[in-house]
């Protein structure tokens, strides 16, 4: 039987696409990743999201992860945040960790989760590999 020797998928989701000639007007919720080329008219909940620099979202963005490299206007809340090169964001910004890359525009407040005067920012040259 075919079905015998397959090792069960238990992570919920998976993984989502949304290509660049796609855009969504409404929110998006999902357990697992999601990838964002296209726009998105909504608020996003995931667990974890990458946009690529085609991107555009307008609408909040809730996840444990996000990698920002294109346009963003709402806010953000999210455990570790990696703004690249090429991202544009417009609204405030709530994070456990953040790297914001050489050239990356941040337009709005950058608020650490906990709110205490250590938060761990960290400027990094685009060049500079992160660990």
């Known amino acids: 039987m075919l079905g015998n020797n397959k090792k069960r998928d238990t992570r919920r989701g998976g993984l989502s696409v949304i290509g660049a000639d ?3 007007t409404g929110n998006i919720a999902t357990e697992g990743d999601l990838h ?3 726009a ?6 995931c667990g974890s999201i990458v946009q ?6 307008v609408g909040s963005i809730a ?18 945040l990696t703004v690249q090169t090429s991202a544009r964001i417009t609204g405030d910004s709530t994070y456990d960790t953040v ?6 525009q941040v337009d709005g407040r950058m608020t650490y989760r906990s709110g205490t005067a250590d938060a761990p920012l960290r400027l990094v ?6 660990a």
């Open 22 to 24: 796609v855009t969504v």
């Open 36 to 38: 964002v080329d296209g």
């Open 40 to 45: 998105v008219e909504g608020d996003i909940r």
């Open 52 to 57: 690529g620099a085609s991107g555009r979202i």
């Open 63 to 80: 996840a444990r992860s996000a990698r920002i490299a294109g346009i963003i206007e709402g806010p953000i809340d999210v455990g570790a």
């Open 99 to 104: 790297t914001i890359e050489t050239g990356a």
């Open 125 to 130: 040259d685009s060049t500079e590999t992160i």
